[in-house]
T-cell receptor
Framework: AQKVTQAQTEISVVEKEDVTLDCVYE???????LFWYKQPPSGELVFLIR??????QNEISGRYSWNFQKSTSSFNFTITASQVVDSAVYFC????????????FGQGTELSVKP | DTGVSQDPRHKITKRGQNVTFRCDPI?????LYWYRQTLGQGPEFLTY????????KSRLLSDRFSAERPKGSFSTLEIQRTEQGDSAMYLC???????????FGSGTQLSVL
């Protein structure tokens, strides 16, 4: 069975601190995709990144960076110099190649960035 | 900006009543998904369509739930004889194809009293 675990339920930081959100996944499939979504208070899930299982290169987009390690089945997300606007719930998700694109989500990490 | 739109945003109903939600996906997207999210949890997959064909239904989707996507455009999700356990946020998403990123709507918050 497939599973995504986000062990951190809530994280609180002060503005400008760096913060890392952890994500661990389980699957026996060799072809899969990993995602991060942001859910602000408005409720709409916003796509942040998609990685496929064959690409372990880390990615940086502005203040956001992602570290994908197949050896530990982890796909962690780091926000550098956090801002109040980063406050949201962040979800990690897994999609298997042969399952039509449906996403299996973790429980989410609520990030609170205080000024 | 024509993203995924859902209607209504909020629905309050009494136990035993039927409710129907509507989702309008991004126009060129052929895949449409329904998810359910309860407080403090991640979204859970309910069902998805490719064009007008419903290709998969989760075991979470009891017989009281039915989804349609006539003509491969908008979709409706109906819950018959609602129960308090049906209270949740119902999210719709669409994508251009398999393994493409999903675009989500703002959801319909259902409260069953």
């Amino acid at each position: 069975a497939q599973k995504v675990t986000q062990a951190q339920t809530e994280i609180s930081v002060v503005e400008k601190e760096d913060v890392t959100l952890d994500c661990v996944y389980e699957t026996r499939d060799t072809t899969y995709y990993l995602f991060w979504y942001k859910q602000p208070p408005s409720g709409e899930l916003v796509f942040l990144i998609r990685r496929n299982s064959f690409d372990e290169q880390n990615e940086i987009s502005g203040r956001y960076s992602w570290n994908f390690q197949k050896s530990t089945s982890s796909f962690n997300f780091t926000i550098t110099a956090s801002q109040v606007v980063d406050s949201a719930v962040y979800f990690c998700a897994l999609s298997l190649y042969n399952q039509g694109g449906k996403l299996i989500f973790g429980q989410g990490t609520e990030l609170s960035v205080k000024p | 900006d024509t993203g995924v739109s859902q209607d209504p945003r909020h629905k309050i109903t009494k136990r035993g009543q039927n409710v129907t939600f509507r989702c309008d996906p991004i126009s060129e997207h052929n895949r449409l998904y329904w998810y359910r999210q309860t407080l403090g949890q991640g979204p859970e997959f309910l069902t998805y369509f490719q064009n007008e064909a419903q290709l998969e239904k989760s075991r979470l989707l009891s017989d009281r739930f039915s989804a349609e996507r006539p003509k491969g455009s908008f979709s409706t999700l109906e819950i018959q004889r609602t129960e308090q356990g049906d209270s949740a946020m119902y999210l719709c998403a669409s994508s251009l194809g398999r393994q493409e990123k999903l675009f989500f709507g703002s959801g319909t918050q259902l409260s069953v009293l």
